[in-house]
């Protein structure tokens, strides 16, 4: 079976959960046999084309540029085509994947000029996001509801999300398949050295690690967490806060920082690469995913692979991942005092803890594992090709 | 997330740094001077002259010069910041 991915972020170009999705997919489907060709935009110093444990990827340079966000897009996906274009003349494709509207245009385009079947795996959506409020807002909206509808199938990663696609594009139940996100177990399985990592960032042993990673955006409710510093700090006064992660948010999140007047216990680290994020996961007493619109939640899982004790919203995708006080804490999103209340939960109970950390641990290796993802991905390319 | 369609909702200089990436000033190769960044955004190169300066200290912008001239693109954590808003 031959599969074309289409996706607008692939490692190293990574900003949110799609690139991670995208290259334990792949890499996973690889595995499993299926040929994989992944299309993707690029990134400074990455090569134009590699292949990594069995999958090919192509990035491209969009040739064309223009300042407005959406002819943008437009573009890039004007030059994603006559990529696949060329690729499609080498390799037969049984079907294309795409992800997210952003590359729906030249992946819709692709479906018709190669009458093979179109698969969309749907990450979030811009009503979810942020609510349609501009007319470009619209027109990703329609965009969405577009790539569903010329999609044989869409997969979604989480129930939460299969009840939002539905209801919001009016698709037939059926038409949606529910796959979650899986996570390279084996990348957690390094040796961290937890005093050196808390070193790196001021952070002493013998002092309480409060641990974010994400992108620095609204709908991850960090600013929760900010306004949480001083409850969690009168009781714990030896508490640290790193925040990891680049966004649009950052400076304002820096000012709120400043405004509790617990400004030196922060530490903003910016976007960090991969084996850096686990090891300072492996190195924090507790992860606090304080989300506010989450389709699923990746970096849950994440935690409970490393071995921190997870502190999430009890929201979307997280609401399903984790289950209260047995592989993680639950709080109310967009509740500060709620925030506080989970972190003394944990940092008030070591053994609970450890309790909590155990279980999550199992639950991700039992349900979230990439082989098991891919299988069931392959089940539904193959009842899209009729096999 | 503030998506594309949130994007006038955002700091003068991230909107600027939005522009300058669609362009496509993301490498040294594909940087642009002031006045090519004028004639691509239709901003006044004094504003811009403003909104560089502040995009360079926060470390989302470098300067490069291309035969005399300044030339201006994004960094990787300038690129990362960018697709914060659309991911």
């Known amino acids: 079976m031959k599969v074309c991915m289409l996706t607008w972020e692939y490692p190293p170009r990574i900003v949110g959960g799609i690139a991670r999705h995208c290259e334990g997919l792949a890499k996973a489907l690889a595995k499993l046999g299926v040929d994989v060709d992944v299309v993707t935009l690029d990134f400074p110093g990455a090569p134009e084309y590699e292949e990594i444990d069995g999958v090919k990827v192509y990035r491209v340079r969009p040739e064309i540029g223009h300042p407005n966000f959406l002819t943008w897009v437009m573009l890039f996906n004007h030059f994603l085509e006559k990529k696949i274009a060329g690729t499609a003349e080498r390799e037969n494709y049984d079907l294309i994947h795409i992800h997210d509207w952003l590359v729906a245009p030249s992946g819709v385009a692709v479906k018709h000029f190669l009458k093979k079947p179109l698969i969309a795996t749907i990450h979030s959506t811009e009503n979810g996001r942020s609510g349609l409020h501009t007319p470009d807002s619209y027109t990703i909206d329609s965009w969405e509801w577009w790539t569903t509808y010329e999609a044989s199938k869409v997969i979604v990663t989480s129930n939460s999300m299969k009840h939002e696609v539905c209801g919001h594009f009016h698709l037939p139940w059926e038409k949606v398949e529910m796959v979650p996100n899986g996570i390279e177990i084996e990348k957690f399985n390094i040796p961290v050295d937890r005093v050196a990592v808390r070193g790196r960032y001021g952070v002493s042993p013998n002092e309480k690690l409060i641990l974010y990673v994400g992108r620095l955006v609204p709908q991850k409710g960090v600013e929760y967490l900010i306004q949480a510093v001083p409850m969690i700090a009168s009781r714990y006064p030896n508490a640290k806060f790193i925040i990891v992660g680049e966004g649009w948010l950052r400076d304002y999140l820096e000012s709120l920082a400043q405004s509790t007047g617990q400004r030196w216990r922060i530490t903003f680290t910016g976007f960090v690469p991969d084996h850096e994020a686990i090891a300072l996961m492996k190195s924090a007493d507790a992860l606090v995913i304080p989300s506010v619109y989450e389709p699923f939640g990746i970096v849950a899982l994440e935690g409970m692979t490393a071995g921190v004790p997870v502190i999430a919203s009890q929201v979307g995708g997280l609401a399903e991942i984790i289950e209260h006080d047995k592989t993680g804490v639950f709080i109310y999103p967009r509740n500060p005092e709620s925030l506080a209340w989970g972190v003394d939960h944990v940092l008030s109970n070591p053994g609970h803890a450890e309790w909590l950390v155990k279980n999550a641990h199992e639950k991700v290796k039992e349900m979230f594992s990439w082989n098991v993802i891919a299988e069931r991905t392959v089940e539904i390319y193959k009842s899209v090709l009729g096999e | ?87």
């Open chain 2, 1 to 87: 997330m503030v998506s594309s369609g949130s994007e006038s909702s955002l700091p003068e200089e991230f909107r600027f740094l939005c522009m300058l990436h669609n362009i496509g000033a993301t490498t040294p190769e594909h940087s642009f001077s002031i006045e090519e960044i004028a004639k691509w955004t239709s901003l006044e190169t004094s504003v811009i002259r403003v909104h560089l300066r502040r995009l360079i200290e926060m470390g989302y912008v470098e300067s490069t010069k291309v035969n005399e001239t300044d030339k201006y693109h994004l960094t990787h954590s300038g690129i990362r910041k960018v697709l914060s808003l659309y991911s």
